[in-house]
Nanobody, 123 residues
Framework: QVQLVESGGGLVQAGGSLRLSCVAS????????MGWVRQAPGKEREFVAS????????NYASSVKGRFTISRDRPKNTLYLQMNNLKPEDTATYYC????????????????WGQGTQVTVSS
C-alpha cells in the first residue's frame, strides 16, 4: 500500500509563492499519473493539477493556470507543485493524489490521497 506525505504548506501574503512536495512510499508510482486537489472550508474538493505517468503531459484547473506548475521526479517518487502569485482564494488544504491510470484530468481520476497540507493566503 502506498503512503503519500505532503509538505511545504504555510501562511503567505497575496502575491507570494510556495512550493509543495509529496513523497510516495511503499511502492513505486512511476507508472501512474499524480496530481493535486484542494478543499477549502465549506467547499467540495476540486482538481488543481495533474501530471502524466511520464511527466510529459500536464493539466491545470483554469483558476490556477499560468500561476501553478506541477512536476514530478519519478526516480524519487516525488511530486511538486510550484505556486506563484498566490491569491486569497487559493486558501485550502492541498492533497497529493495518485491516479487510477497513466493520465488524470479530473478529481475523479484519482484513487489515493495523502493527509494534506494547509495553504493560507492572506490579503
Amino acid at each position: 500500500q502506498v503512503q503519500l506525505v505532503e509538505s511545504g504548506g504555510g501562511l503567505v501574503q497575496a502575491g507570494g509563492s510556495l512550493r509543495l512536495s509529496c513523497v510516495a512510499s511503499g511502492r513505486s508510482v512511476s507508472n501512474e499519473a499524480m496530481g493535486w486537489v484542494r478543499q477549502a472550508p465549506g467547499k467540495e474538493r476540486e482538481f488543481v493539477a495533474s501530471v502524466s505517468w511520464s511527466g510529459t503531459s500536464t493539466n491545470y484547473a483554469s483558476s490556477v493556470k499560468g500561476r501553478f506548475t506541477i512536476s514530478r521526479d519519478r526516480p524519487k517518487n516525488t511530486l511538486y507543485l510550484q505556486m506563484n502569485n498566490l491569491k486569497p482564494e487559493d486558501t485550502a488544504t492541498y492533497y497529493c493524489a495518485i491516479g487510477r491510470g497513466r493520465y488524470a484530468t479530473s478529481e475523479t481520476d484519482f484513487a489515493s490521497w495523502g493527509q494534506g497540507t494547509q495553504v493560507t493566503v492572506s490579503s
